[in-house]
């Protein structure tokens, strides 16, 4: 019996959720069930708080789980190197590292375990801003990957599945052994950090009993690290749920049918393309890209022998359309590549060849569209994903 196989415009998730996603799920759903949120409908942007409430908020909310995880790194490192000053000249050498070794066990999982907890509540209460706290409604993308799954990712730092569609690969320029560096680096970065600033400190000034003294500056460097990881997990969390808002308003807002009627077949095919290189030059499946993707794909017609995310193929198709519908897709570009939160070295080395002359124009708005996601200035935002057909 032949096997057939799927469809290019399946939407494939190569690895099931892990264990940390599906708790982080779980306890996302719990926090919905006791606010009474779980049920609540989707809220439209103008319906949520002016911009200087939300950013306001949205910082308070920051600051606030970054100074929890300062404290809870200082804490939890200050144990044991309390324990080792304490008792390693007054204890036997195995009894004192069998000691020292318990301690350092039960203190990171007491600081692992708080930083998940942190980084949950925190991205919770950022989904309470934009209206995202409903635990069952909401879904964006297909199969496992409903609002929830998205934020528990970004809570925890659990990378985003790898995505089979239209046959996109956001990784064809990433080499895997640069992909191992930035994991690994990454994971060593607190110990290489405390390890080089008390080597330099040893050097410059310690002798005797001066160099174990050094030993306390893994305090605040711990803390420091910790702060910064729930910093990037709140401002994760803001560029997903506000891309999401995003995402949708220009679906079901601007692409009315209306507006769709005046497409040619060749611009709709340019509006597939320009997300889809967008995730090409921008290295990452991220969702909000998926999401504004799948919105359009479920729009438009799609071809099964088309290489959607070919750079030379999206430029040359922009000579191809007319002036207005150009001025469309530079729109939409620009927009699809603030909506990662970051502008890569391909992004900006790529996109002056797209925009040519409308160059600074574009490369502007895409900039302080990132910086209004980022920073919870969702209306204004709203405003500069405006996709017409006139340029800038």
């Known amino acids: 019996m032949t096997e057939t196989l799927p469809s290019k415009t399946s939407y494939i998730r190569e690895e099931s959720p892990g264990f940390l996603e599906r708790i982080g799920v779980r306890y996302y759903r719990y926090l919905a069930k006791k606010s009474g949120t779980a049920d609540i409908d989707n809220i439209h942007i103008d ?5 200087i409430t939300l950013k306001a ?14 404290a809870i790194g200082a804490l939890t490192t200050f144990v044991s190197i309390w324990v080792e000053w304490t008792f390693k000249d007054t204890m036997e050498t195995v009894p004192y590292y069998l000691l020292y070794g318990s301690v350092l066990i039960i203190m990171l999982i007491l600081e692992m375990g708080v930083l998940f907890w942190l980084g949950l509540k925190t991205v919770y209460s950022l989904a309470c801003l934009t209206g995202h706290n409903q635990a069952t409604k ?3 993308l297909p199969g496992d990957d409903a609002v929830p799954n998205i934020l528990a990712r970004a809570a925890l730092e659990v990378p985003d599945p790898i995505i089979e569609y239209l046959g996109i690969d956001p990784l064809k320029h990433l080499s895997k052994s640069k992909l191992f560096l930035v994991a690994f680096l990454y994971k060593a970065k607190v110990a290489l950090s405390s390890f080089v600033v008390k080597f330099i400190l040893v050097r410059l000034f310690g002798k005797g009993e001066v160099r174990n003294a050094f030993s306390w500056v893994a305090i605040p460097i711990t803390g420091i690290w910790d702060a910064f990881t729930l910093y990037k997990v709140a401002r994760e969390a803001r560029l997903r749920l506000f891309g999401n808002k995003l995402a949708a308003h220009i679906a079901n807002d601007m692409l009315t049918d209306d507006f769709i009627a005046q497409l040619s077949p060749k611009a709709q095919e340019g509006s597939i393309r320009a997300i889809a290189t967008m995730m090409v030059l921008a290295q990452h499946y991220h969702p909000n890209m998926l999401i504004l993707l799948l919105r359009l794909t479920t729009t438009f017609n799609i071809k099964e022998d088309c290489e959607y995310d070919n750079w030379d193929d999206f430029v040359s198709l922009l000579d191809e359309v007319s002036n207005e519908e150009r001025n469309f897709l530079l729109d939409l570009l620009c927009v699809s590549a603030a909506f990662d939160g970051h502008l890569s070295r391909l992004e900006k080395f790529h996109l ?22 980022l920073n919870g200035q969702l209306h204004e935002a709203k405003v500069l994903c405006t996709l017409d057909f006139e340029p800038g």
């Open 138 to 140: 909401g879904s964006c």
């Open 352 to 373: 002056p060849l797209a925009f040519k002359e409308h160059t600074a124009v574009y490369m502007q708005r895409s900039e302080r569209l990132k910086n209004c996601l």
């Open 57 to 70: 908020l949205a910082s308070n909310i920051t600051i606030f789980a970054a100074v929890i995880a300062f």
């Open 47 to 51: 319906d949520l708080a002016p911009d």
